[in-house]
């Protein structure tokens, strides 16, 4: 791999780091200095690397993989090299455009990112290209994989050659957090998305719910990884932990709750388990998808929002094609509720289309998304949530749209048409709000804060919402900054109120959640 050295000696690194990071030890290396871990023996002073297509990634923990180095840059656009320096803990990431490096290296200085909890540091290389040995089949491997997974397509025949090469059919399913039972059919919907699965055994070891589960080719294990490792199955839980099992075949004996071979639906169910009922079984065994996205919440190929998501370590509930982009909310609180107040809290998810708040039952209403993806999104968040002291419950339904009152009828402004919003969120693709998508939390991340405007100003308008304010963190330039209510109710309730409030000057305030605490 002749190619590395060219990139590995003498990289200059921008001293922009030490603004962007505000960090009293980044110091600036060489990467040809010896310094291990990025550590910062050497203070170098250099002139400032502009924008490049390549960034420079350091401090990355030591059993980092490509995976996750690559899943760093996927949200913001196609990533078309990488070079891990595994001695260093530093890795080189190429992206597609000059225009995403820049969008990523702006999303991580506001957002620090981390990899396995690790905080780690990114900033542009002086390099414009990778240039790295072509014969490096693994890793173009890998990052063609990433690039089929999340366009939903699938790696080309050689892609496929070199991965089957790299791994077995067969994968280790560990499952973290998991407040939730996660059943082995959930299992067989969730990565049935990636191939067939012929196999599955699930255990608990070590306190943890575990699993094998058998691919009938590699290929698939390997997309299934790539696309699943670190994803939740349910909101903000049960993330999935994957490696490949050093098996390459299962033997089930069984078929019952605990363990399924899926090519053999004649199996005994064992002693005292419950036995597959042999419909079922048939299905399964003709049709490895017949059940595929009929779970609510299941995880389904990456789509933009998602790979977002994902990247970052969040939830990533994508929506089941074929459903609607039309959700029914009820319980609302229909002395308080208005087209507007939902516009503005399920806006935070997607791109709220039309709200028609039922005629005769005012605590329901149906709001349409702009898609079922961000329809499944705003599900996944705002199910269970308390807004105006009444907790609401989010489903999809079957509507495919919400109609508009007939001309000259009026239904007393509980329709509203929202489709030429200036409001929309995630009209410009690979906007950056596509990244901040976060559940609900008591924390709110505000932006386009009027320079002359202090913490005093918005303490009080905060608190006029009706809320305590707990803490408040300026960002660094004031035109952004952090606001923590004692209670996410409230933090739900000034969003609604003060998401797109005018702070003069034509300045409007934006509202969002935000993952960080104060």
């Known amino acids: 791999m002749d190619g590395i050295s060219d990139v590995a000696v003498g990289v200059k690194r921008g001293s922009d780091e030490l603004s962007m990071y505000n960090s009293p030890n980044s110091g600036m290396s060489s990467i040809s200095d ?7 023996s050497k203070k170098l002073r250099v002139e400032e690397a502009p924008p490049s297509r390549v960034l420079h990634i350091r401090k990355l923990p030591n059993e980092a993989s490509e995976t996750e180095v690559i899943a760093l840059g996927l949200p913001f656009g196609k ?44 900033q542009y290389s002086n390099h414009k290209e990778l240039k790295t040995d072509a014969g490096n089949q693994r890793t173009q491997a890998v990052l063609q994989a990433v690039s089929a997974v999340q366009s939903g397509g699938s790696p080309s025949s050689d892609v496929q050659d070199a991965l089957a090469a790299a791994s077995s059919p067969v994968l280790r399913i560990i499952i973290d957090n998991m407040f939730y039972p996660v059943t082995l059919d959930v299992l067989q919907q969730i990565f049935s998305k990636f191939g067939t699965v012929m196999k599955i055994i699930t255990f608990t070891k070590n306190n943890q719910f575990q699993a094998l589960l058998q691919f009938s080719d590699p290929v698939n294990a390997q997309q299934a990884k790539l696309a699943l490792d670190g994803q939740n199955i349910y909101n903000s839980c049960c993330t999935l932990r994957i490696d490949f099992s050093k098996l390459v075949n299962l033997n089930v004996k069984y078929n019952n709750d605990k363990s399924r071979d899926y090519t053999r639906p004649e199996l005994p169910a064992g002693d005292g ?21 009929k779970i609510p919440g299941a995880l389904s190929p990456l789509s933009a ?7 970052a370590g969040r939830v990533a509930l994508a929506g089941q094609t074929g459903s609607s982009g039309v959700l029914l909310v009820s319980n609302l609180n229909e002395e308080m509720v208005t087209p507007q107040s939902l516009f503005t809290l399920f806006g935070v998810y997607g791109d709220v289309q039309r709200v028609k708040i039922l005629y005769n039952k005012k605590d329901s209403a149906l709001i349409q998304m702009s898609d079922a993806n961000q329809a499944q999104l705003a599900m996944s968040h705002l199910n269970g949530q308390k807004v105006y002291g009444k907790i609401i419950r989010v489903t999809l339904s079957k509507h495919q749209t919400v109609a508009l009152p007939r001309d000259g009828l009026d239904d007393q402004g509980l329709t509203k048409d929202f489709a030429n919003s200036p409001l929309h969120r ?18 709110l991340h505000l932006s386009n804060i009027p320079q002359d405007v202090t913490e005093d100003d918005l303490r009080l308008l905060f608190s006029n919402a009706g809320g305590t304010v707990k803490a408040f963190k300026f960002f660094q330039d004031r035109k952004m900054a952090l606001i923590q209510m004692s209670t996410v109710e409230e933090a739900i309730q000034a969003l609604i109120d003060l998401h797109n409030y005018n702070m003069g000057g034509n300045q409007h305030l934006r509202v969002s959640f935000s993952k960080s605490t104060i």
């Open 426 to 443: 995630f009209k410009k693709p690979g906007s950056k709000n596509f990244q901040n998508i976060f559940p609900p939390s008591a924390t």
């Open 273 to 293: 388990q419950p036995s597959l009922d042999t419909t079922v079984a048939a299905a399964f065994s003709k049709d490895s998808n017949s059940l595929l996205g």
């Open 305 to 311: 929002a998602a790979a977002a998501a994902a990247a």
């Open 34 to 40: 010896g310094a291990s871990n990025g550590s910062d």
């Open 79 to 122: 990533v078309t090299n990488i070079l891990t320096l595994k001695g260093k803990n530093q890795a080189f990431l190429e992206m597609g455009t000059e225009e995403a490096a820049i969008t990523m290296i702006n999303y991580y200085t506001t957002v620090t990112p981390h990899i396995r909890n690790i905080p780690i540091f990114i």
